[in-house]
């Protein structure tokens, strides 16, 4: 299985902070069709994961452009460029392209 | 708007069997995989398999191979997982998620198995 190592695991940060989160895949996920099939949730207490982008870079339908994805083949990262009281929660990256899918152990946004 | 409805709880002994259910709302649901995702404080979470209900075809993690069983009611639009054999290292929370990239979750079923 592809394993999906996020750093850090905790991200202490002030409002209006930048924030940047780095996920690494064991394998290249760029697929056989030549798309890369990597996601970014986010999951706050007591709710489910809600997806914020897909295939690296496109931000889901009502996702603030205050985030943004990036990287490519095993190297990705999540960008929140003024961090809002509303971000604060555990970001987990996805890969797809390989079956199974798999999760990374997920990043604790919180406040410093 | 896509709605993915799951019980909020189910109470289980070892040994039993349990059958959680999905229903969807919102979009045509023979036209998207189903996922079914397993979340625990432990291991984080994890990819049980999914189920295209459009023609019942089914994939399966080989970790829950012989552990869950994935089905779909066309006439309700409702996803259903049974695992079977339960011990407490299936108490977790069960997800179902529309699409490979997961772009829609349901709440959650909280699972405790106990006696």
């Known amino acids: 299985d592809v394993v999906m190592t996020q750093t850090p695991l905790s991200l202490p940060v002030s409002l209006g902070d930048q924030a940047s989160i780095s996920c690494r895949s064991s394998q290249s996920l760029v697929h056989s069709n030549g798309n890369t099939y990597l996601h970014w949730y986010l999951q706050k207490p007591g709710q489910s994961p809600k997806l914020l982008i897909y295939k690296v870079s496109n931000r889901f339908s009502g996702v603030p452009d205050r985030f943004s994805g990036s990287g490519s083949g095993t190297d990705f990262t999540l960008k929140i460029s003024r961090v809002e009281a509303e971000d604060l929660g555990v970001y987990f990256c996805?890969?797809?392209?390989?079956?199974?899918?798999?999760f990374g152990a997920g990043t604790k946004l919180e406040l410093k | 708007q896509v709605q993915l409805q799951q019980p909020g709880a189910e109470l289980v002994k070892p040994g039993a069997s349990v059958k959680m259910s999905c229903k969807a709302s919102g979009y045509t649901f023979t036209s998207y995989n189903m996922h079914w995702v397993k979340q625990t404080p432990g291991q984080g979470l994890e990819w049980i398999g999914a189920?295209?209900?459009?023609?019942?075809?089914?994939s399966y993690n080989q970790k829950f191979k012989g552990k869950a069983t994935l089905t779909a009611d066309k006439s309700s639009s409702t996803a259903y997982m049974q695992l079977s054999s339960l011990t407490s290292e299936d108490s977790a929370v069960y997800y179902c998620?529309?699409?490979?990239?997961?772009?829609?979750w349901g709440q959650g079923t909280t699972l405790t198995v106990s006696s």
């Open positions: 996805s890969q797809s392209t390989h079956v199974p899918p798999t």
């Open positions: 189920i295209y209900p459009g023609n019942g075809d089914t």
């Open positions: 998620a529309r699409k490979g990239d997961f772009d829609y």
